[in-house]
């Protein structure tokens, strides 16, 4: 498939023009004008490099492009510099999606979160730009603080890292925010949700949710962000019929 | 004692001024004119305000000001008004110290820890305006991996919450930066450090750790600030003859 | 009444948030859940404070709420410090209105100024946001500048401080802002008005006036700004049967 | 005397480059390359121009150059094209010196204004840029407050605008700041003064005399600030021998 | 014809409020209040003035107001104040009008630009504000390199200074925009243009041709710039009667 | 050499730290370990990466990095992602080097084209940071008009663009700014010079050099910077024994 075509089916399917987003959100390197087949993973690295040449990729589809988050300066020397060399000398182009594989409401990280753990989305919330990265969703019936952890010890291969249950022991509605989404935690409670789901979380949050008396969980911030790229690697291969394989290199944080 | 004389002491015990903090450093909240029994802890919290009711203390002193860092509104209603009345009601005055705890050279959070780890402090790093908030410091002799991690699990009594173990096997010069400080790798590269001890990092830094061949572990933000507070509790006790006490309330982060 | 209750009722009365305004609209300090007794006063001030105490009032409600304008540090310590530590001992909460109070069509400083000089109102100007803070008021007649003074002398108990009648002696449309207005009156003469009331203005006013051919009073920043407040005690005495009283803690300027 | 000489002579003598001031210090409009009679006054305005015409002058020297303060467009049109027109029409250039005559200490309006009170200056304060505006002047003995009020009624020709003497009854220190000077109180209390002398005030000047126990009085904003102008007219034709006269237009503010 | 009304005809053919301009567009010297004789020219300059003082002329216009750029601070002393002198003493007004005598689709400068070309305007482009400041053209058909560079020596007096004709050779469609208009090259091949026509251009510029196979030419900034003023002055003298002339001072920028 | 070696010699001989740039100054994109061969030119663009690839070279430096500027974004896609494909797929590392390259007291643009006009550096002037980009050069006698501008038609091989002779027809001093020079007239004036030679002009700059009455010729903006990475191409061949070669690809501007 050409460059160009892939480029327009991903911007179709992610509408990167309706968030306001911190990143390059599409072509980040341009280094061949075909895709024939697409590695994916959740950040850039080395590692996924050496995985895309070995797997002769074309093309690295990443959540977390690394080298092209605002004011960074980009100048291609050094460890940035090799790694961009690696990419051309083996024509490995590079695409990043970050807030738009967030809140897609079909391969979202948190709809995908959503449905792994058994919860149906309702809404989505936290809105950047025009779209919500993040979503709403419930449970047919409340379930309890112990329920609910075995949902997401279920949902995620590596479990919960920090169980903040200070809230009801009733939990119904949900807020889920993939990576470091605690920020949200105020506005899930105007929404009316019983407890929270996240990846990464900074010192004051226990405290909040404590005083707030709220639940909390949160799971990592890489492991709760490879749903969005695995679906995408999927549907690429289904739709496209261009060989696509998602990568996982693990990450404890 | 008079507050008066006492924020005098700490002020020049901790010299604030010297550092380019975002948030109040010094007297939070006067809620009384005389200090007669103080209760230290890491964070500005209701449970921290509970414990100095209970130990009938006047004042409370926190290395993390919750309601006094920049940008914040401080309009005393709701959650925060709520903490402010209590204080008032019962007389309890409010002491931040943020950066000069951790970079004071005899009882800030680094010194303290690279104490704990029987490593000699050598140098500051990571100015934050005139004064360093990190330190560099160095083992007798090199120790490997095992010994480092051997170390800290010693040092810090929740242990090691990732070894991100990449660098080399002979590790003799050694930097720390408690709380979130991984944003000093590269400057501690420069100075030819072997590892780095931190307590909370972001999804970047495993990579980062791995890509520039470096030794890094985290054991907590909260984890790596109880020295400061708890050995201000001490000093306070033993040269101001005001009865101090160091109030854990622990914190998974 | 529970606060919650009474703040809704102000906010419904007084809509705030069409306001662009440079200090907080509603509750500042949050000292008490039920509001029995109120006081209103044009500035927050220690003697207002003393006067709540003395009258058992739980509600202080201002138009300068001092302590409360934008890029104020509002750390609790000194003077402001001592001033929050008495309003929640005493359990006295705050609300500060300001251009609500300035613009309001029924209640609002500048309205009742018209009302009391005998003028129709018969549109607002200078817009803060989407709601103006001065008013436009006509007399069903043209009056003298020495009948123009004398309406004013009656309205205003301590008189005019500075009359500046360098404009028409056929006085019929009047330009009315409180407080600190004259940087209305280019407005006010592409309105077509005849002279400004305002109440406290810097020295390149008369001269303005002078060479602009314009008539211009001021009557006392405090002074034209005793009516928004005075009658909102009223107001609420009247129809939420709240006891409020109106303090009136004079000031020159 | 050519305009050229003249302008080295009077930024030799008022040094504006030591000040961080918001308007033009020196030479203004350039109409004229010789200086041959001078009119000086307060504040630039058309009635400054008429006399300067009667007086067949071809310089103005101000205080206040209107006109010609930081973030005023100049696009000579309307009244300022009108007050340019005159200017060039009728060959007359202007000079501005504000901060620079507050500040100087011999011909400044401060140091006058200490003069006149029989003060004697013994420091500067309120820096703006490396010199200070304001002075600090005492008395040879303490007086009483009537006695205070009674040295400002004859310094100043139309007496004291308002006397807030909520301070100690034995003034000796007297900070001096003319215009709208009242944001130096707070250092002019942590320097030790029992008074403050100033022209113009805001609203919330006399609340805070008030609570933090200080006297303050103020004689306007323009009669603070005839002294500077006053002294500067007689120094011109002393020293220069070029006719010079202070025109002084009152102003009630 | 009043001043006033001058410039309210002016405006209502300029329309000035539609564009986002970096200098005043409208009366830049109030000198007179009648327009009785009216010279035009590209800028602003000394030799304007002489042309208009010969011509007694009563208003000058022009298309490069120098001294009424954003950003300048227009204090009348130096040569600016000997430019102010000799129009106000000459009772001489000025007018600019920039972007809006680009744009105008009648008589803006890249309207008369391709009228001189033999090119139909088909389009505006390269929006400041509401309205495009520069126009997409069309030949009725297709022309030669050769062809195009003949309409041009003949469309401008002083002929090309470059043509960097590195594009095809089948022009049909041609992007124009008078002075340093070469920044809206990527706009005009995204709009199908086969060739661009401007007045100066930077050091990048023929690099930028070369590369993206672009066709360039640049007749000088002046020289592209003299349609519409010379324009406006022939409509001024057959709609308002007032006598105007355009005065030519050539500029080989 | 290795890459490294080499950044170190040409950051020591060109000390781009001293000055304050708007571009990167030193190595932009790291392609290659080894520099074997250098090709330099004035502007990087893909005719210089032809050059380079048939000369075998490993290294291009610039003095215009393209690309490489401040604001510009570095997304390597399009036209500038093609730039580096090309760069790291043939191994050919960058450096650019811009205000160095001007203000070299020996090896810059402005020294050497002092030396091509047989005038003798003086001094400098145009300081960027701590150090002067421009020069001063004087003849050994005074010229005139005539003899200067012989002088620069045997200096820059492609001529004099304009001369524009408004000035003394004595000229001995002489300002030297190479390339979009022309901001330096006043501070060329206020340092007693006669003339001022530079690469590129704006269209105001005629009227002001007729209306200051000042000599200045511009010689292009390429041509007057071809200078510097010519002499710096045979300074790496004689030190450093790297073959190198100055590519010269004219630009009219």
């Known amino acids: 498939m050409k460059l160009k075509d ?13 968030f306001k987003d911190y990143c ?30 070995e797997e002769k990729a074309d093309c690295i589809l990443v959540h977390h492009p690394n080298g092209f988050w605002k004011n960074e300066d980009r100048i291609p020397v050094g460890h940035y510099g090799e790694r961009l060399r690696r990419m051309f000398q083996n024509g490995i182009s590079l695409y990043g999606y970050h807030l738009p594989l967030d809140g897609h409401m079909d391969i979202g990280n948190n709809a995908l979160i959503a449905k792994a753990m058994g919860l149906s989305v309702v809404d989505g919330f936290m809105f950047e730009g025009e779209k919500p990265v993040a979503v709403i969703a ?11 952890l075995a949902c997401a010890e279920k949902a995620f291969e590596h479990g919960v ?11 119904h509605r949900v807020a ?35 005083e707030l008396k709220f639940n909390l969980i949160h799971c990592g911030h890489h492991r709760t ?10 549907k690429i291969q289904n739709e496209l019929h261009i060989p696509a394989k998602f990568v996982d290199l693990d990450n404890p944080i």
């Open 176 to 210: 889920i925010c993939s990576g470091s989404g605690a920020s949200g935690i105020e506005e899930a409670l105007d929404l009316g949700c019983d407890a929270f789901i996240t990846g990464e979380i900074k010192e004051a949050v226990p405290i909040t949710c404590e």
């Open 225 to 234: 962000e490879i749903f969005g790229v695995r679906a995408l690697a999927d």
């Open 24 to 53: 390059v959100d599409g072509l980040c390197i341009e280094a061949n004008d075909q895709v024939t087949k697409v590695v994916t993973g959740v950040s850039f690295r080395d590692r996924l490099i050496d995985a895309a040449i």
């Open 6 to 18: 892939f480029s327009n089916w991903l911007d179709k399917l992610l509408d990167p023009k309706s």
């Open 138 to 148: 419930e449970f047919d019936t409340c379930v309890s603080k112990e329920e609910f």
């Open 161 to 171: 890292q920090n169980a903040l249950l200070y809230g009801s022991n009733q939990i």
